[in-house]
């Protein structure tokens, strides 16, 4: 028995913060920082895994209307890390590709 330890190839869509906030607007007129929702730090990458298009949030009846609706609460920091929901409204929409991203912050 090896106690060896493999890394793992694994493959991301990427998009830097600034694509984010930017499709954010475009498509929902939403002024969403990702910086701040997330507390991000400069030179960091997040990832977000199995973005669908189809949440858990759908689940628990979640309403994506209402995300947009009351994007100022997430864009100025009353609720905090939203990017998930919205890769996937993008994802569900036909913005996005489905995949496992790789958010990049860098000023």
């Keep these: ?4 330890v493999r890394p793992v190839k ?3 869509l990427t998009l830097r913060y600034k694509q984010l906030e930017t499709l954010a607007k475009e498509h ?3 002024n969403y920082c990702f910086v701040s929702d997330n507390e991000a730090v400069n030179d960091k990458h997040y990832i977000y895994y199995g973005i669908t298009g189809f949440d858990d949030y759908q689940e628990y009846d979640f309403n994506m209307i209402d ?3 009351h994007a100022d609460d997430f864009a100025c920091g009353k609720e ?3 990017a998930h929901r919205l890769l ?4 569900m929409d036909g913005h996005i590709p489905a995949g496992d991203y790789l958010i990049t912050v860098s000023w």
């Design 88 to 91: 996937d409204m993008l994802c």
């Design 80 to 82: 905090t890390y939203s």
């Design 28 to 30: 929902y007129d939403i």
């Design 10 to 12: 694994k493959e991301f």
């Design 67 to 69: 995300f947009i609706n």
């Design 1 to 4: 028995m090896s106690n060896e």
